[in-house]
């Protein structure tokens, strides 16, 4: 069974993504503490979802290594975590912007 990666580790990403990438468009502080910009802009939120997408990919690549031997990263990894990730963000937009005030 070498090569598997356990549950609790995808379980663990997943959930860390799926948090992260809802982040910037709950709150109006810049990076969940900063200070408060009402209304924070498009570009924060898109730098914010960029910023926490490296994060949690790097914590997939730390849990990867501690569990087994990493696999090499290439872009086609980097363009695929990142169409995942903003799929992730996608109730966020939702209640951010597409839902009556």
């Given at each position: 069974m070498t090569g598997l990666v356990p549950g609790w580790a995808v379980a663990t990403v997943l959930l860390a993504a799926l948090v992260a990438a809802n982040l910037p468009f709950v709150n109006e502080r810049l990076f969940v503490l900063g200070p408060r910009r009402a209304p924070k802009s498009v570009a924060w939120r898109m730098l914010e979802l960029l910023v926490y997408a490296?994060?949690?990919?790097?914590?997939?690549?730390?849990?990867?290594?501690?569990?087994?031997?990493?696999?090499?990263?290439?872009?086609?990894?980097?363009?695929?975590?990142?169409?995942?990730?903003?799929?992730?963000?996608?109730?966020?937009?939702?209640?951010?912007?597409?839902?009556?005030?």
């Open positions: 490296v994060l949690v990919a790097w914590l997939g690549r730390f849990i990867e290594a501690h569990v087994g031997q990493a696999s090499p990263w290439r872009w086609e990894f980097g363009a695929v975590w990142l169409c995942v990730f903003l799929t992730l963000a996608f109730p966020g937009f939702v209640w951010r912007h597409l839902r009556r005030h």
